[in-house]
T-cell receptor, first 114, second 113 residues
Framework: DAKTTQPTSMDCAEGRAANLPCNHSTISGNEYVYWYRQIHSQGPQYIIHGLKNNETNEMASLIITEDRKSSTLILPHATLRDTAVYYCIVSVATGQTGANNLFFGTGTRLTVIP | DAGVIQSPRHEVTEMGQEVTLRCKPISGHDYLFWYRQTMMRGLELLIYFNNNVPIDDSGMPEDRFSAKMPNASFSTLKIQPSEPRDSAVYFC???????????FGQGTRLTVV
C-alpha cells in the first residue's frame, strides 16, 4: 500500500548537501509528509514533517512542491553519521482518534562517502 | 527523559515457547505503537494504543499475537506460541499527539529457533 516513491539508493560526498526526493502524487489535502531515518541496528528517528509550507529544523529542510505531489529532504552538510535509510511517509489518519499510521516503505539508502 | 525503553534487547527462544516483549513509553505520551521489522516486509505497524486503549490491531498477524497496555507507562506484546517466522526486530514507539513525531525505542531482536 505504498503511497510514496523514493529512489532505492543514493550517494553523497561528505560535507555536501544531500537532496533526497520523494513522490507522493496521490497525497490528500489533510495528509502530512514525514521523514524518518534508520541508522543500522537502531530504531527509526524522526527528522521533519510538513503539510504545505517548507520546513526547516536543526537536522534538515523539507521542500514541498506547490501541488504537494512531491517533496525533497535536504541535509545541508552531510556527515558520515548521516549514512542511513531515509523514509518518506505520507501520514494516514486511522481509527477513532485520528492518530497517525506511519507506513514505512522501502526508503532510500543514503551513503555518505568520505 | 530516557526515551522509549524496550526490553529485552535480544531474545532467543525455542519454537512453541511464549515470548513477552516490554515497552515503557515516554512519560506524557498518549499514543503507543508496536511495529515489526523484517527484511522481507520492512517495517509494519502491528497495533497502536491511545490512552491505554487499543485502537487499531488490524496489523496483528495472528491470534498468537496479543498486546496490552495496563497503564500509561507500560505495554507488552506477547507471542504464544512462538514460531520461527516470528523472528524479527520489534519496535515500540510513542507520541504525544496525532500528526507529531513518534519516538522509537531501540527494538527487541527476537529469534525463534
Amino acid at each position: 500500500d505504498a503511497k510514496t516513491t523514493q529512489p532505492t539508493s543514493m550517494d553523497c560526498a561528505e560535507g555536501r548537501a544531500a537532496n533526497l526526493p520523494c513522490n507522493h502524487s496521490t497525497i490528500s489535502g489533510n495528509e502530512y509528509v514525514y521523514w524518518y531515518r534508520q541508522i543500522h541496528s537502531q530504531g527509526p528517528q524522526y527528522i521533519i514533517h510538513g503539510l504545505k509550507n517548507n520546513e526547516t529544523n536543526e537536522m534538515a529542510s523539507l521542500i514541498i512542491t506547490e501541488d504537494r505531489k512531491s517533496s525533497t529532504l535536504i541535509l545541508p552538510h552531510a556527515t558520515l553519521r548521516d549514512t542511513a535509510v531515509y523514509y518518506c511517509i505520507v501520514s494516514v489518519a486511522t481509527g477513532q482518534t485520528g492518530a497517525n499510521n506511519l507506513f514505512f516503505g522501502t526508503g532510500t539508502r543514503l551513503t555518505v562517502i568520505p | 527523559d530516557a526515551g522509549v525503553i524496550q526490553s529485552p534487547r535480544h531474545e532467543v527462544t525455542e519454537m512453541g515457547q511464549e515470548v513477552t516483549l516490554r515497552c515503557k513509553p515516554i512519560s506524557g505520551h498518549d499514543y503507543l505503537f508496536w511495529y515489526r521489522q523484517t527484511m522481507m516486509r520492512g517495517l509494519e505497524l502491528l497495533i497502536y494504543f491511545n490512552n491505554n486503549v487499543p485502537i487499531d490491531d488490524s496489523g496483528m498477524p495472528e491470534d498468537r499475537f496479543s498486546a496490552k497496555m495496563p497503564n500509561a507507562s507500560f505495554s507488552t506484546l506477547k507471542i504464544q506460541p512462538s514460531e520461527p517466522r516470528d523472528s524479527a526486530v520489534y519496535f515500540c514507539a510513542s507520541s504525544s499527539l496525532p500528526n507529531t513525531e513518534a519516538f522509537f525505542g531501540q527494538g527487541t531482536r527476537l529469534t525463534v529457533v
